[in-house]
C-alpha cells in the first residue's frame, strides 16, 4: 500500500529552523504533486507549499522567503526547510501527494494521499 511518512518536526525556538521530510513507500508507478499543509489547534488546515513533479513551487504569502520546499524524485521524498520561525506557526505539519500507484484489491490507481502528521512546535 502507498504511504506517506513525514519526520523531522519537534521543538525549536521564535527564530529558529526545521527541516520536515515526507517519504513515499509502498507500490508507487509516479508522483505528481507533493505538498506540506498545517493545523494548528482550532484551525482549518492550511496550505504551506506545493511542489509539482517537475519542480515548479508555490508558497502561501506567510512564508515566502523563510520557507523553502524540494523534492528528490529518485527517493520519493518532498522536504520542508523551515527557517525563522515563528510562534504561531506551531501546528501539526501534514504531507501531502497525488500519486498513481497499486492499491490492493483495487489495482493500479491515481490518488491522493496524506501522512500522519508531525507536531512542530515554535517555543522558547
Known amino acids: 500500500q502507498v504511504q506517506l511518512v513525514e519526520s523531522g518536526g519537534g521543538l525549536v525556538q521564535p527564530g529558529g529552523s526545521l527541516r520536515l521530510s515526507c517519504a513515499a513507500t509502498g507500490s508507487i508507478f509516479n508522483i505528481y504533486a507533493m505538498g506540506w499543509y498545517r493545523q494548528a489547534p482550532g484551525k482549518q488546515r492550511e496550505l504551506v507549499a506545493t511542489i509539482t513533479s517537475g519542480g515548479i513551487t508555490n508558497y502561501a504569502d506567510s512564508v515566502k522567503g523563510r520557507f523553502t520546499i524540494s523534492r528528490d524524485n529518485a527517493k520519493n521524498t518532498a522536504y520542508l526547510q523551515m527557517n525563522s520561525l515563528k510562534p504561531e506557526e506551531t501546528a501539526v505539519y501534514f504531507c501531502?501527494?497525488?500519486?498513481?500507484?497499486?492499491?490492493?484489491?483495487?489495482?493500479?490507481?491515481?490518488?491522493?494521499?496524506w501522512g500522519q502528521g508531525t507536531q512542530v512546535t515554535v517555543s522558547s
Open positions: 501531502h501527494a497525488n500519486i498513481f500507484g497499486l492499491r490492493i484489491g483495487v489495482g493500479r490507481i491515481k490518488d491522493d494521499y
